[in-house]
């Protein structure tokens, strides 16, 4: 491991001497940031101590990989073609960044190192743009995380802000997936949940059953989270036979032993029905 750490100081230095020089047209300035992004997102795990672990550091070669030059365009390409090859090597490693970024991501959070996930997230956000858009759903992954590592860190209006946007990206989809919908509602209702305002809370965790069974099924462990959300808001309400059911059921649903039984699905379709009335 220790002559992959030095590998990666190696390819850093390197990438840091590159962003000292000037770009020759937009391709260039493009994977001048691509490189800034990456040194900074490169120094936020090391802060974070990930250099210990040997995950991390396979983690890290592969981004380091992502800061190697553009391949130089030979003298008698044309122009035009030389360009198109530039420019389609930058969008493959901003779209294997913007992956690796939100894993990193995801796996800090997990960690419970909310400050660096939040920083790997932003990264992540960067990249999605620079891909995707402004405007597009693959957005709202790097959206979630904020908003989650947010929630942990106790910045609940900065959590609310992020899941705005995450909202309304998806309210403006219309490719939007149930899953991600699903996420979306789990989201919202954890933020509720912090909040204290457990009758919205309640609401949001229906609305992710409804599209987590419509994408996975009713007895999918991630729609049955849903439901493990629900419980504790519950729990929280000192409605101990109601959570108790749904600890127990959430347990029976994640071996696969049964199907949801009608009365929580009654539960999430009375919450639903309100939220339409609304």
Known sequence: MRNSI???????????????????????????????????????????????????????????????????????????????????????????????????????????????????????????????????????????????????????????????HAEWTVMKSTDCTDGMKSKLFRKMGILFATKGDYDNAQRMFAEDVYHGSLEWGTDHVQTTGGFFHMANVFFRLNQMDIADSLYNQTRIWRRKDTQPCGLFMKFVSCHLSKTTKN
């Open 6 to 164: 030095e590998k990666i100081r190696i390819d850093i230095a390197g990438a840091k001497d590159r962003v000292k020089k000037s770009a020759d047209d937009d391709i260039g300035a493009g994977y001048l940031k691509l490189q800034i992004h990456t040194i900074k997102l490169m120094d936020t795990l090391k802060k974070a101590g990930c250099e210990r672990h040997h995950d991390w550091v396979k983690i890290m070669e592969n981004v380091c990989v992502q800061m190697t030059p553009l391949k130089d365009v030979q003298p008698f390409t044309i122009s035009i073609k030389g360009y198109t090859m530039r420019a389609a090597e930058l969008l493959e490693k901003q779209k294997i960044l913007k992956n690796v970024s939100k894993i990193m991501a995801r796996k800090l959070l997990s960690e419970g190192k909310h400050t660096q996930a939040v920083e790997a997230a932003l990264y992540s956000l960067r990249f999605s743009i620079e891909v995707h858009g402004l405007n597009s759903v693959a957005l709202v992954p790097a959206y979630l995380i904020l908003c989650e590592s947010n929630i942990g860190l106790g910045n609940l209006e900065q959590a609310d802000e992020y899941l705005a």
